[in-house]
């Protein structure tokens, strides 16, 4: 069983930054692809970023392409979302979710097997 905690969300200003950090549990994280996922009431969960088990590879949904970056530090069992220049649309509950077999970057929700509680990032304009 793997636990997820979400955390760093928050209320900022348009234009502003926040940093989401996502703590896995296990000795085994370090070897699962993780993905960010968002949600707004009355729509489905989308794709924001997924990075690989090293952090050497990245996707991106392309409204945030240029503004988030996802990374991990294993040693930490940590994966980071780097939020820069948010927007009011960006405001949303941010998922964190563990992809356990398979070594393939994917946006598709349904492929993720863990998933932890989330956290609300409101962007004020």
């Known amino acids: 069983q793997v636990q997820l905690v979400e955390s760093g969300g928050g209320l900022v200003q348009a234009g502003g930054s926040l940093r989401l950090s996502c703590a896995g549990s296990g000795r085994t994280f370090s070897t699962y692809i993780v993905g960010w996922f968002r949600q707004t009431p009355g729509k489905q969960r989308e794709f924001v970023a997924t990075v690989s088990w090293s952090g050497a590879t990245t996707q991106y949904d392309d409204s945030v392409k240029g503004r988030f970056t996802i990374s991990r530090d294993n040693a930490k069992n940590t994966v980071y979302l780097q939020m820069n220049s948010l927007k009011p649309e960006d405001t949303a509950v941010y998922y964190c979710?563990?992809?356990?077999?398979?070594?393939?970057?994917?946006?598709?929700?349904?492929?993720?097997?863990?998933w932890g509680q989330g956290t609300q990032v409101t962007v004020s304009s």
């Open positions: 979710a563990a992809k356990v077999i398979g070594y393939q970057l994917v946006p598709d929700e349904r492929r993720y097997d863990y």
